[in-house]
């Protein structure tokens, strides 16, 4: 049976109100970012512009959306109320595709876009531009309507700036398909000229994935060519432990101004982690493991490790804890493995399965207990519980590696030769910087 993915025309979006899963409303939606490719493929949408109450615009990514719909968006109720300022590689769908004139490939007819149809795709957050909705004739108050019609966005061309060379436009599509630690070696191939422009056009998530995949000293260096805001944003993107290491590698004067930028909430974990040794299991640890109270269900907690962006070391295991349920949370009750999830019904209780033979880890545990206590066990992630019995985060066996590999790995590791297809990057990108 074919999947049928959800298609709404933004004509209908416009000034419609977006609301947190309480049912309070956000805002009103007042355009929607793209990205568009180079070549025939559909854009990306990145996020929407979302007026709030007290009329200031910011910037709401698609991640962060759970539901769009003619009548209303849902949000996840996490927003960020800096005001949105456009960046190069976006392009604005109310302000800048709309009443467009584009060309249809077939015929070389000049058209007028009236409309543009976006869609989800299957199974991810991600949604596109697909549709196109077109009158044919110079259109006009004194001139006869000319027909309409509905194209896909490959049918259409004219939309995209031309560029000659490889800027940072036809940069990111070659690189879209790319793994992040593969984006990471490219990108530390890259002339500091270019590698800044980029990591200034790629959203906030992707540069995150991408810096936790690069040397400190390239994190230093992107980090610090970012505008102050825009820095906050990608360490708020980053997983917590990530953002502790990089803000460490700071002068304190730079790090306190991030962290006060910051949202307060994402700031507190940060600083607690960073108060932490960082070869122990405090300084390892990340603060956003999947927790779960003891009347939640497995069907509640399979939902939990669906989520695509979670690492499949967070994705192993539940925790379960008493109120609150946010690191630090209540009392530490033990854990789940994702193999008993799926061998219960889907009503049962998490805490009826509840594994609480494990020993947790205490915050100072130093690395090689860690990485002893991950084999004796054969676990990928372990529980951090201080000396009152709260969760304080989860060491995920990624991250003990990346301490037992020599210093200077990602370094060696960048240096192997680019993915396929990606062999000419380095010097077309530096030949465009004159160099």
């Not at 999947?3 to 209908?12: E, L």
């Not at 196109?132 to 000319?146: A, E, I, Q, S, T």
Request: hydrophobic fraction near 40%.
């Amino acid at each position: 049976m074919a999947v049928v993915t959800p298609r709404v025309f933004v004509s209908h979006l416009s000034g419609i109100a977006v609301f947190d899963p309480n049912g309070d409303q956000v805002g009103r939606l007042r355009d929607l970012v793209a990205l568009l490719r180079v070549g025939a493929r559909p854009p990306r949408l990145l996020g929407l512009v979302v007026e709030v109450i007290s009329r200031r615009r910011i910037f709401l990514p698609m991640t962060r959306v759970t539901g769009v719909e003619s009548g209303q968006v849902i949000t996840t109720g996490v927003v960020n109320m800096r005001r949105f300022e456009q960046r190069a590689s976006e392009t604005l769908v109310f302000g800048e595709l709309l009443d467009r004139r584009v060309r249809l490939v077939d015929t070389g007819e000049d058209v007028t876009v009236l409309d543009i149809g976006i869609t989800q795709l299957p199974a991810r957050r991600d949604w596109e531009i697909d549709k196109v909705f077109v009158r044919r004739g110079k259109g006009g108050p004194l001139r006869r309507k000319g027909e309409t019609l509905t194209v896909e966005w490959s049918a259409v061309t004219g939309f995209s700036r031309e560029e000659h060379g490889q800027g940072a436009e036809n940069l990111l599509a070659t690189f879209e398909q790319l793994r992040p630690a593969d984006l990471a070696g490219v990108l530390h191939h890259l002339s500091p000229k270019r590698r800044a422009e980029v990591a200034a056009a790629l959203d906030d998530d992707r540069l995150a994935d991408v810096l936790e995949e690069l040397p400190e000293d390239d994190q230093v260096e992107i980090i610090g060519k970012l505008k102050d805001e825009r820095a906050a944003d990608v360490l708020e993107a980053m997983d917590p432990d990530d953002a502790a290491d990089l803000l460490s590698e700071l002068p304190e004067e730079e790090k306190e101004r991030l962290l006060t930028l910051m949202r307060p909430e994402e700031a507190a974990d940060v600083r607690r982690l960073m108060a932490y040794e960082e070869r122990t299991a405090g300084g390892l640890m990340t603060t956003e493991p999947i927790v779960l109270r003891p009347d939640a269900t497995v069907a509640d907690a399979l939902a939990r490790v669906r989520d695509p962006d979670l690492s499949p070391a967070l994705a192993a295991q539940v925790y379960v804890c008493r109120p609150p349920d946010e690191t630090p949370t209540g009392k530490y009750l033990g854990l789940v493995h994702f193999q008993r999830l799926l061998r219960d019904p889907p009503f049962t209780l998490v805490s009826s399965i509840v594994d609480t033979d494990l020993p947790a880890l205490p915050p100072d545990t130093p690395l090689p207990e860690v990485t002893s206590y991950l084999a004796a066990y054969n676990m990928v992630a372990a529980p951090v519980v201080d000396e009152s019995g709260a969760l304080l985060g989860a060491v995920t066996v990624d991250d003990v590696l990346d301490h037992l590999l020599p210093e200077d790995w990602r370094e060696a590791e960048l240096h192997r030769a680019p993915p396929a297809g990606l062999t000419g990057v380095r010097a077309h990108g530096e030949a465009g910087d004159g160099r």
